[in-house]
Each structure stands twice: as structure tokens, then as C-alpha cells.
């Protein structure tokens, strides 16, 4: 059976050459299952075993019914031009997702890496809180930020075929097993009164979870050619739905109450399709997409059809796109294999000053929010570091 490379591993392997295991100098990556088989309203993108807290800084403590945060090690690392801060540095590989949230009125950012460890951060200090949330055996794909019944949560994807749900409180996590392939995105939403993840993997399959039972509802969403790779959750009409991307290059729309896809795949792209965000385009729910075609795709979720031209200047694929609002302005963020990260205008498809160029090598994923009341990105990349900076407009 002929088993194909990752396009990531294919890139690492065309920069460094055959049997090289060094995608930069001075540093290894980490051993991994290097092939895989086979192939609105937006809520953000995605049983109980004790996690192991190593004790290499102080952890988040829980008083009362708030959260504590408490300081880690600092950054080392100097700021890029743009940058609001220092550097998230302190992972050992590739740093794969990144998520900005709040704990406690403190701002926070929560990251993913193929260190297999996630890790949580003070945005205005840039420094780690607590320790690493250990227990993923293999690359941590995706990273989400939640609330459980007013508990704050995280929820981590990964290549062991599982998901985690991690209590900040307590440093515990609930394992989600059922997927038999590469975890590759997670992203939380409400199904009615039912507070789920779904979850997109290399099985060809993306999985609905209940998040206070631990347990799958519903069968499988299938429908896929090849591994599923990306997955946004929001609301459209009142109705709770996913969208997911894959290996086979179409976007799909799915009714998670019925557990059934929305009319035919959205098709556009040329090649594979690795990211998706939801968004709201002057009263129009879309979808917004990154693939191998080095462009960004917005669709409408009403027709499912593309809507204009594509978002086009990368100069290699797009690993990722984020979505927010600058000044009433409906933007995109993308982040690609070039080593940079940009920002475009959705009405207009234009993009809005100089790319970001923090990073040294890819970026694996791009993330929005505030921090006191600014918008941010914060990116993440192959460089092993996570950056803060200002989207312009």
C-alpha cells in the first residue's frame, strides 16, 4: 500500500534533504508517526486522568472562585518589529496552535506543540503560568479556550488519536478517545443546551463530544476523502453547525443537530485545504479557508458558494486563517509556509499594510483577540516561538 508524506514533513524534507532530522540548525525534531493513512454567531476555534505537573515553575492556583495567576520564567527572546511584546518562548518544537483568552480579568494565551506538551501564558508579561499541561503522546495539533459550567477549561488535539479537556483549576484531564487516526483540530460550540467539542482527524471522520460525559454524541460526520484537518463551530439561522476542511480539498458544512452534511461540498481549491474560520460579512455567515493553492477562499454558508475573488499574496501554502473586526472593517488574518503572516480587508480582498514578518519559518497558526481592550494576533510557528503584535489597518 503506498502511504503519503505529510505536505509539512514534505517541506522539511525539501529544506533539509533526505534522511536529514534537523529542519533548522542546532535543533531536532522530535520523533513522530511521520506518515498517515488515508487521507453567525462564532463560538471560537477546537475519562479523568491526573495530569503531571512538573514543578519547573509555580502553578495556576485556584482561590475561592477566581483564579490566581502567577509568574513564570520570562521571555529570553527580543521582540519583532510589530510586536507588542516579548516573544512565548520556553516550548522545544514547532509551537502548532495558539488561542488568546482570559483568566481571572487577566489576559492569557494558550499554545500547542509538537513537544507534545500545551502551554499557558500572561499576555502582559509574556511569561509562562504554571506548568506544562502533560499527557499527549504525540504532536499537539490544536488548542481551545473554554468555559465548563463556569470552570475554566482547556481543550488540546493531537497525533495519539485523542483529545484532551484539561480543568485549569485542578491540572486534570479527561481523555476523548474514539478517532483512529491523527487528532488534527478541535473547536467547542453549543448544541442546544449541550456544551460540545468537535473534533477533525486523519480517519477521515470529525466527532461531536459532549463535554461533560466525555462521551461521543451521535455517529461520526463522514463525508470526507482523506484526513479531515481542520474544524470551525458557530450558528447560522439558529441552527448549530461545523465546517470542516480536508486532504480532498472541499470545505463542508455540517447540521450538528442532525449530525448530516448541508447540501454539496464548497469546491475551489486547488489541493488541500488545512484551515477554516467563521465569520460575518455585512450580515452574511461565511467561512474563510487556507490551503495548498497559497490562497484564502471566503464562502458563503447560506448558498455555499465562493464569494469573490480569493485572498491571494502568500508566496506558499496557507496553514491558517483567524477572522475579527478592526474599526467596523471585516478582516481575515492568514499565516503561511513563507514565514509570514497577513491581513486583509474581506470587502475589499485587499491586504492592509506590509506582512507581518516576525517569524523565521513557517506559521502554523494565527489566532485573534484583545489584550486590554486591542485587537491582537497572536501567531505561531516552526520557530518555536508564539508572538503578540498588532493588527493594522
Known amino acids: 500500500m503506498t502511504r503519503r508524506v505529510e505536505p509539512e514533513a514534505r517541506a522539511w524534507a525539501e529544506r533539509t534533504g533526505p534522511g536529514s532530522e534537523t529542519s533548522s540548525p542546532g535543533r531536532r525534531r522530535?520523533?513522530?508517526?511521520?506518515?498517515?493513512?488515508?487521507?453567525?454567531?462564532?463560538v471560537a476555534a477546537a475519562a479523568v486522568v491526573t495530569a503531571v505537573w512538573p514543578r519547573a515553575a509555580e502553578p495556576v492556583r485556584a482561590t475561592g472562585t477566581s483564579i490566581t495567576v502567577a509568574s513564570g520564567a520570562p521571555a529570553?527572546?527580543?521582540?519583532?518589529?510589530?510586536?507588542?511584546?516579548?516573544?512565548?518562548?520556553?516550548?522545544?518544537?514547532?509551537?502548532?496552535?495558539?488561542v488568546v483568552g482570559t483568566l481571572d480579568g487577566v489576559p492569557v494565551a494558550l499554545t500547542g506543540s509538537d513537544d507534545e506538551t500545551a502551554r499557558l501564558w500572561n499576555l502582559r508579561t509574556s511569561r509562562q503560568i504554571g506548568a506544562p499541561l502533560i499527557g499527549h503522546t504525540e504532536w499537539i495539533r490544536s488548542v481551545v479556550l473554554d468555559q465548563l459550567d463556569g470552570a475554566p477549561i482547556a481543550v488540546t488535539a493531537g497525533d495519539d488519536d485523542t483529545a484532551r479537556v484539561w480543568d485549569l483549576r485542578t491540572g486534570r484531564s479527561r481523555t476523548l478517545t474514539g478517532h483512529t487516526g491523527d487528532v488534527k483540530s478541535v473547536a467547542t460550540g453549543r448544541i442546544g443546551g449541550r456544551h460540545v467539542a468537535v473534533t477533525a482527524a486523519a480517519d477521515g471522520t470529525a466527532r461531536v463530544w459532549d463535554l461533560r460525559t466525555g462521551e461521543q454524541v451521535g455517529e461520526p460526520l463522514t463525508g470526507h476523502d482523506g484526513a479531515v484537518w481542520a474544524v470551525a463551530v458557530g450558528q447560522v439561522g439558529g441552527t448549530a453547525i461545523a465546517v470542516t476542511t480536508g486532504d480532498d480539498g472541499t470545505v463542508r458544512e455540517w447540521d450538528l443537530t442532525a449530525g448530516e452534511e448541508i447540501g454539496r461540498p464548497m469546491t475551489g481549491h486547488r489541493g488541500w485545504v488545512?484551515?477554516?474560520?467563521?465569520?460575518?460579512?455585512?450580515?452574511?455567515?461565511?467561512a474563510?479557508?487556507?490551503?495548498?493553492?497559497?490562497?484564502?477562499?471566503?464562502?458563503?454558508?447560506?448558498?455555499?458558494?465562493?464569494?469573490?475573488?480569493?485572498l491571494a499574496g502568500?508566496?506558499?501554502?496557507?496553514w491558517s486563517v483567524a477572522v475579527t473586526n478592526l474599526g467596523g472593517v471585516p478582516v481575515a488574518v492568514t499565516g503561511g509556509e513563507d514565514a509570514t503572516a497577513r491581513v486583509?480587508?474581506?470587502?475589499?480582498r485587499k491586504e492592509l499594510g506590509a506582512p507581518y514578518t516576525g517569524h523565521t519559518d513557517a506559521v502554523w497558526s494565527v489566532s485573534t483577540g484583545l489584550l486590554d481592550g486591542r485587537p491582537i494576533v497572536i501567531s505561531a510557528g516552526r520557530d518555536q516561538s508564539a508572538r503578540v503584535w498588532a493588527p493594522t489597518r
Open 30 to 42: 522530535a520523533p513522530r508517526r511521520a506518515l498517515v493513512a488515508g487521507g453567525v454567531a462564532v
Open 76 to 98: 529570553t527572546a527580543a521582540p519583532a518589529k510589530g510586536d507588542l511584546a516579548a516573544p512565548l518562548v520556553g516550548h522545544t518544537n514547532d509551537v502548532r496552535s495558539a
Open 274 to 286: 488545512r484551515s477554516v474560520a467563521l465569520g460575518n460579512l455585512d450580515g452574511v455567515p461565511v
Open 288 to 310: 474563510i479557508t487556507g490551503g495548498e493553492d497559497m490562497t484564502a477562499r471566503v464562502w458563503d454558508l447560506r448558498t455555499r458558494k465562493e464569494l469573490g475573488p480569493p
Open 314 to 318: 502568500h508566496t506558499n501554502w496557507v
Open 344 to 348: 486583509w480587508d474581506l470587502r475589499t
